[in-house]
């Protein structure tokens, strides 16, 4: 018996693409175009700096590897549009008007190697900012007058970051504890910043004394403005170490009220318990006293009535 031949299956597979692409309408970054005002080559790279855009640009190729936004005016980064871009390696958004950066605006740029958010208006890195960039190699976010903080745990997911450059940001503090622990990290950029000078950046000032980092100055307290941090790490060290902070008086001032109230209350208690016993020790001593007085009443008694009774006796026998 010879089977009936089957249908291909090919022709179903173009017809399910069609009606998918009929029915859905197209994402402004799902494009294999170019934006307006900006150049595509065949090496996926897209040039779009100083093209005066406010906006991030549409119609962005999606295989794009290379995004090139500087000298703009952007304002803002939308996740949706950057992570349609999955395969991007190069990220250039220097000199825009970025403030913000959200936890979710780099969501799956996992193959971002490289991010330049220099000369924007960023105040502040949150901790999961960078988190999903897990091959980034050089981060570069100079130039932002206002960014005066940076989480302490901003990079501690990146762990193929080589090279980082905060400089002439107006950051005074910076924990970089979890940064140098990172593995590759061999540059990082911290001079044109109004550091502290204080026991808060002692770790900074001691590992910019290691690195040997001489454009990095102090900005504070004003006895150390213009001085390097890194000539201040060792005093630092000795400084913080030696006094007592305003919590450390705090501690002994409290500790000190507790065992004045501690001692007031055991001196209270024992004296109570001491009038206490005396009076008990007294009373039991009169109690004492009176039965004694009584025993001798009574031993007296029946002495005068033992008394009498032999004179009676004896009266009465002479008068027989």
């Known amino acids: 018996m010879r089977l009936a031949p089957q249908p291909s299956a090919q022709p179903l597979r173009l017809l399910v693409l069609l009606l998918l692409a009929t029915a859905v309408p197209s994402s402004p970054v799902i494009s294999t175009g170019c934006p307006d005002r900006?150049?595509?080559?065949?090496?996926?790279?897209?040039?779009?700096?100083?093209?005066?855009?406010?906006t991030f640009p549409v119609n962005l190729p999606l295989a794009t590897r290379q995004l090139i936004i500087s000298n703009n005016r952007i304002a803002e980064l939308p996740p949706l549009a950057l992570n349609y871009l999955s395969d991007l390696v190069?990220?250039?958004?220097?000199?825009?008007?970025?403030?913000?950066?959200?936890?979710?605006?780099?969501?799956?740029?996992?193959?971002?190697?490289?991010?330049d958010l220099s000369f924007n208006t960023l105040t502040r890195i949150e901790d999961r900012t960078f988190g999903p960039l897990a091959s980034l190699v050089m981060l570069r976010m100079t130039d932002n007058p206002g960014l005066s903080e940076i989480h302490p745990d901003a990079f501690g997911e990146n762990a193929?970051?080589?090279?980082?450059?905060?400089?002439?940001?107006?950051?005074?503090?910076?924990?970089?504890?979890?940064?140098?622990?990172?593995?590759?990290?061999?540059?990082?950029?911290l001079s044109g910043n109004p550091w502290s000078c204080e026991c808060d950046n002692e770790d900074l000032s001691l590992w910019v004394h290691l690195?040997?980092?001489?454009?990095?100055?102090?900005?504070?307290?004003?006895?150390?403005?213009?001085?390097?941090?890194?000539?201040?790490?060792?005093?630092?060290?000795?400084?913080?170490?030696?006094?007592?902070?305003?919590?450390d008086y705090l501690f002994f001032v409290v500790i000190g009220f507790v065992i004045f109230a501690a001692?007031?209350?055991?001196?209270?208690?024992?004296?109570?318990?001491?009038?206490?016993?005396?009076r008990y020790i007294k009373k039991k001593d009169e109690q004492l006293e009176m039965d004694d007085e009584e025993e001798s009443i009574e031993t007296g008694r029946a002495a005068s009535t033992r008394s009498g009774h032999d004179n009676g006796n004896l009266k009465t026998s002479h008068t027989v």
């Open 160 to 189: 193929a970051l080589q090279v980082l450059d905060v400089s002439r940001n107006n950051l005074t503090v910076f924990n970089i504890t979890s940064l140098i622990a990172l593995p590759a990290v061999r540059s990082v950029g």
């Open 263 to 278: 001692g007031t209350v055991s001196a209270w208690v024992m004296g109570v318990i001491m009038v206490l016993y005396e």
């Open 211 to 247: 690195e040997d980092e001489g454009q990095t100055v102090c900005g504070s307290p004003a006895d150390t403005q213009g001085r390097r941090l890194g000539e201040v790490g060792i005093q630092l060290r000795t400084l913080c170490h030696q006094t007592l902070g305003s919590w």
């Open 90 to 115: 190069y990220l250039d958004c220097s000199n825009n008007s970025l403030t913000e950066i959200s936890e979710s605006t780099f969501g799956n740029l996992r193959k971002l190697a490289y991010l």
């Open 38 to 54: 900006c150049v595509c080559d065949d090496q996926l790279v897209v040039q779009c700096a100083g093209q005066h855009l406010t």
